[in-house]
């Protein structure tokens, strides 16, 4: 039979077929043509065996043991560990691992990930899997490394700069959900957004400008929702100064404390302004005596910290705070150069469907002006046009000016550090090492939700046009604890949902997340053929919401098995179709009557099966102990062999 013919019949390609006979026991040459037909069905026996044996021990793979021995304990089953660097190819994963390159193959043939043994796979899908076969992942030390220095990159690229040029202060408003932050930037604008924001909430990250007393103020608007942690936590890296609101009827909140941690953590000078004094409730005093219990005494208290009653709604106090802004930078100094090649930081990133690959650029130093080179991560590209936070072109951009940029190969991850790089020759030479992947937080994750390796799974796949948006709902989704549970984001990406998200989230039984993206019938038509559910979004907290019910659902009964002994099989005495009676010794435990058994083979499991009859010196017993040697029925699949290990346990539900 032709080997073609033969892959065809097990539903894979040759090549995949010709890597993988080798491990099953058939060498018939990497580059064979045909097999012989004798081995035909010998092949096929053993690729149904290997089948069931990879499906039966990953159902054994959810289910907690419990020894005897060992009290309850549960057994762990991610004891061993394996660092695995940004990109690793499928067999040296299997050389981390130390298994069979087939066995690994075959698990992510059932994660719906085809590849050959010699492609690569990326660090996430490498961890998806391990874990999968009871491996702990970590980054190699170098991505860990990468990640923590990523700051450090920027200082030091800052601190080669002579900083004689006085630049805008850079003012980052945070605070707690509703209690007015976006309406506080209206008001200062004189535009509204709030209308143009799904359910009054800031979904994404921008940058605007104001003047005044002939003076530049630039401003980051970071989303109010506990979701976006992550997003507030850079805006307060690159601040001068942040704007704490505080609702006069509402008081400090979570969301509020959490935002002085990060204002605190950063050393940011800020300003508490106290908003909605027209609502009736309001406490000024009520929020300064919350206030001075975090050892935040306002001044008027005889404290340090700076507070402004506002009305956002009513626009009064506006030009106050901007006042205190000016004050509280000059106390400050702020410089920077404007000369030279741009360094900035990345605010902002999404696909746009006209534009392609944009993003905001924060410019920290230099100049950045159309034309440039540059590299941001792992992302290369040259500036083809430059807008500002009113969408006008503009041919160049200073310290503290927030600006749009085109000419990206693919959008960067927010917090990336962009350099432009003016020598040709460096410029061609850091483009080429490029690996062409971005950082783990802009692809596939994997998000525990409980410690328990025996949970009920959730697969999601997120699409949205934002990459902020991305990472802050797979962060949340991180907060949502709902016991014996689990989330696995498989893919995280940018854009519109297509017929590979579909056919990947069938694959692995994934639900699809569209996040501010339009719903195209096409593709609803495949899902629902597919039987694939796409779920869509425009606020981040009801997303949330509707994933905890979903767990909430899945949420079932572990099972688990209290394993009493062990036998070694010594002998065979009869094998009928679906039964067996064979003789062996106890090696560990005990063996009690009516228990389940699993037939070990090599420390992996053969088949399951159940004890029908068990006797000790030719008498049936309810029990044999450690030490002793027992005959024994046993019911389901015959393929017991001497020396193999058969385990005995009692299938009970927590």
Known sequence: MNVSSLARQLKITTQ??????????????????????????????????????????????????????????????????????????????????????????????????????????????????????????????????????????LEKLLANRISVDSRPPV????????????????AIRETNVVDQEAGGITQHIGAY????????????????????????????????????????????????LESISVIQKENLPFIVAINKIDKEGADLDKVKQQLTELNLTPEDWGGKTICQPISAKLKTGINELLDLILLVVDMNELKADDSGAAVGTIIESHIDKSEGPVATVLVQAGTLKIGDTFVVGAVSGKIKTLKNWNNQDVKTAGPSTPVKILGLKQAP???????????????????????????????????????????????????????????????????????????????????????????NAEATSALIIGFHIKENKNIISLASDKNVKILHFDIIYKLLEDIERRLETIKIKKTVHNISGKLQVLAIFKTNKDSMIIGGKVIDGKIIKNSKIKVLRKDEIEAVGELKNLQAGKENVSEVLAGTEAGLEYKGDPIIQVGDILEFFQEVYE
């Open 16 to 153: 995949e077929l010709l890597e993988k006979l080798p491990a099953l026991g058939f060498a018939i040459g990497a580059r064979a043509i045909k097999v012989d037909d004798k081995l035909v069905p010998k092949i096929l026996h053993a690729w149904k065996q290997a089948a069931r044996r990879s499906s039966l021990q990953e159902e054994m793979s959810l289910i907690k043991e419990i020894h005897a021995k060992d009290g309850n304990g549960p057994i762990n089953k991610l004891d061993k560990k394996i660092s695995v660097p940004d990109i690793i190819i499928v067999k040296d994963l299997a050389e981390l691992m130390r298994l069979p390159v087939a066995r690994l193959m075959a698990e992510l043939m059932r994660n719906g990930i085809m590849v050959s043994l010699n492609e690569k796979i990326d660090f996430d899908t490498a961890t998806i899997i391990a874990e999968d076969l009871g491996f702990k992942v970590e980054k190699s030390d170098h991505e860990v490394v990468e990640e923590e220095n990523k700051r450090a990159k």
């Open 171 to 186: 003012v980052v408003v945070m605070g707690h959900v509703d209690h007015g932050k976006t309406k506080l930037l209206d």
């Open 209 to 256: 400008q104001v003047k005044t007393h002939d003076r530049l103020i630039t401003f980051l608007d970071t989303p109010g929702h506990e979701a976006f942690k992550a997003m507030r936590s850079r805006g307060g890296q690159i601040a001068d100064v942040a704007i704490l609101v505080v609702a006069a009827d509402d008081g400090l909140q979570p969301q509020t």
């Open 413 to 503: 991850v927010i917090g990336e550090i962009l350099e432009v790089v003016t020598d040709k020759k460096e410029f061609k030479t850091k483009s080429k090492n490029l690996n062409g992947y971005q950082s783990n937080r802009n692809k596939n994750s994997s998000n525990n939700n409980t410690d328990d390796e025996n949970a009920s799974i959730l697969n999601l796949i997120i699409k949205a046009d934002v990459l902020g948006s991305a990472e802050a709902i797979e962060e949340s989704l991180n907060k949502i604890k709902v016991a014996n549970t689990k989330v696995k984001v498989l893919k995280k990406g940018l854009g519109q949902i297509t017929e590979a998200d579909v056919l």
